[in-house]
């Protein structure tokens, strides 16, 4: 079992859906958790950083659920510029392992 | 602000040749990463280093990688002899330190081992 695991899709979705990714880690000892973007053919970029109590940016709402060990992103009223790769990432007590999932793919279609 | 450079951005080599890639991470960034990204899957720890420490190589193949980051700015990965498996992105990320939030990744390096 792969320590971080994420559905590959793709996810196919209109312009304006709102699309929702899932992801699960198998370290309880994991202490930060971040979503991260990757366009085709670039390299990841944070888009944001996923905190106990929840957290949102603008139409990104990110969760996490220890109890379960999952974490999820939302995304409100998807937009064509939202294609890519979200790469979820965990990182151990102290930082010193920082494990990236393989990614979901998600096309926004007009 | 510059970000992280890396060079070259692709290299096309036969089988058991040496190749080396090179980073530039921010400046003023401690902590520098080596990631290998294979299709469809995400970045792979290869190693990190704390200043001109490796704190942890424990995914580098040492029998045929090697890596360097003598005055703790710029670093090199080398391979030697490359195999066809080694065919990937090389990505170069860098951080203000370990338990720092955000990495930020140069554009990588795409090998092809023929």
């Known amino acids: 079992r792969k320590e971080v695991e994420q559905d590959p899709g793709p996810f196919n979705v209109p312009e304006g859906a709102t699309v929702a990714f899932n992801c699960t880690y198998s370290?309880?000892?994991?202490?930060?958790f971040f979503w991260y973007r990757q366009d085709c053919r670039k390299e990841p970029k944070l888009l944001m950083s996923?905190?106990?109590s929840g957290n949102e940016d603008g139409r990104f709402t990110a969760q996490l659920n220890r109890a379960s060990q999952y974490i999820s992103l939302l995304i409100r009223d998807s937009k064509l510029s939202d294609s890519a790769t979200y790469l979820c990432v965990v990182r151990s007590t102290g930082g010193f392992k920082t494990i990236f999932g393989a990614g979901t793919r998600l096309f926004v279609k007009a | 602000e510059a970000g992280v450079v890396q060079s070259p951005r692709y290299k096309i080599i036969e089988k058991k040749q040496p190749v080396a890639f090179w980073c530039n991470p921010i400046?003023?960034?401690?902590?520098l990463y080596w990631y290998l990204q294979n299709l469809g899957q995400g970045p792979e720890l290869l190693i990190r280093y704390e200043n001109e420490e490796a704190v942890d190589d424990s995914q580098l193949p040492k029998d045929r990688f090697s890596a360097e980051r003598l005055k703790g700015v710029d670093s090199t990965l080398k391979i030697q002899p490359a195999e066809l498996g080694d065919s990937a992105v090389y990505l170069c990320?860098?951080?203000?330190?370990?338990?720092?939030?955000?990495?930020?990744f140069g554009p990588g390096t795409r090998l092809t081992v023929l």
């Open positions: 990320a860098s951080s203000l330190g370990t338990n720092t939030a955000e990495q930020f």
């Open positions: 996923v905190y106990s």
């Open positions: 370290n309880s000892a994991s202490q930060s």
């Open positions: 400046s003023g960034h401690n902590t």
